[in-house]
């Protein structure tokens, strides 16, 4: 496995790649891996010849009183774990190497990324695909790994590709849980024992939608109700979001006969986490 910390010199590697007829998967994350990353990867290494883990926690997508400056920073040990699972190229640039000073170019998808976590982090989507734009261009990889976790993310990135004709196929990997239904996550870590027990109402507020929805309930109001009484029952838990909206274009929805998103995030202290459950389709379309 290798470590490329220059663009030229990743540059370089996927050209050689490309020459030589081989295919080139990326997984783009920004570190702290865990369980759910290396799905991703695997997911990648069933995809193509070579496959490209980016480690980059990008400042563009934190707002200004966020975590940036806390979150963790495990290359070392991040490498540890990408080199059983047959990754071929960990891409780890510094801030300077993606940013350089003058830099003022962004992308940003007009109206999607004002939904779901846009609406409370105002820059955080522009930071995204400004991000992930930069590294479809650095590595040019035939199809690129993201996390059913990050569905408003996926939704944004799918749009951006298409607007702008990016040769860049997305694959959606599943959701990766704890045994006790939490959905694993970087910042899962700064959670106390007691947190870390009250979260889960994140996964209970989408096992009552779920059940709902199962029992022919197709009016989101009703099913976004239900959520929300679940997180009633959990004080410690601020609610950030409980929505059901298109996956594609993160509208509501009036039901769910087509198939929806329901969509949650939450605080637990100051510990801000996203879930999230895709409901197939009743009727068909």
Do not use: W
Not at 106 to 112: P, Q, W
Not at 181 to 195: F, H, K, Q, T, V
């Amino acid at each position: 496995m290798k470590i490329i910390h220059e663009i030229d010199e990743m540059q370089a590697a996927s050209r050689q790649a490309r020459a030589k007829g081989r295919t080139v998967a990326l997984v783009p994350t920004m570190g702290a891996l865990h369980a759910g990353h290396l799905s991703l990867v695997r997911h990648a290494r069933a995809e193509a010849d070579v496959v490209v883990v980016s480690i980059f926690v990008n400042p563009l997508q934190f707002g200004p009183t966020e975590d940036f400056a806390k979150y963790p920073r495990t290359l070392e040990a991040d490498c540890a774990k990408l080199e059983p699972e047959g990754v071929d190229i960990v891409f780890a640039p510094s801030t300077g190497q993606m940013y350089p000073p003058g830099a003022k170019t962004v992308v940003h998808v007009e109206e999607l990324s004002a939904r779901l976590d846009g609406g409370s982090r105002p820059t955080h989507f522009r930071g995204v695909t400004t991000v992930v734009s930069k590294l479809f261009h650095i590595v040019e990889p035939d199809c690129a790994v993201f996390g059913q976790k990050d569905a408003a993310q996926v939704a944004v990135l799918r749009r951006m590709v298409r607007d702008l004709n990016m040769p860049v196929k997305l694959i959606v990997a599943p959701i990766v849980r704890e045994p006790d239904g939490l959905a694993m996550s970087s910042r899962n870590a700064y959670l106390s024992a007691d947190e870390r027990r009250r979260a889960l109402v994140l996964h209970r507020a989408l096992g009552q939608v779920e059940r709902l929805a199962a029992s022919g309930e197709v009016s989101a109001e009703t099913l976004k109700q239900a959520a929300l009484a679940e997180f009633a029952k959990e004080p410690a838990a601020r609610v950030d979001y409980c929505e059901i909206v298109d996956p594609d274009t993160l509208e509501a929805v009036a039901n769910v006969d087509h198939g929806a998103l329901v969509a949650v995030a939450a605080f637990l202290g100051a510990t801000r986490l996203i879930d999230n459950l895709l409901l197939a389709a009743s009727k068909p379309c």
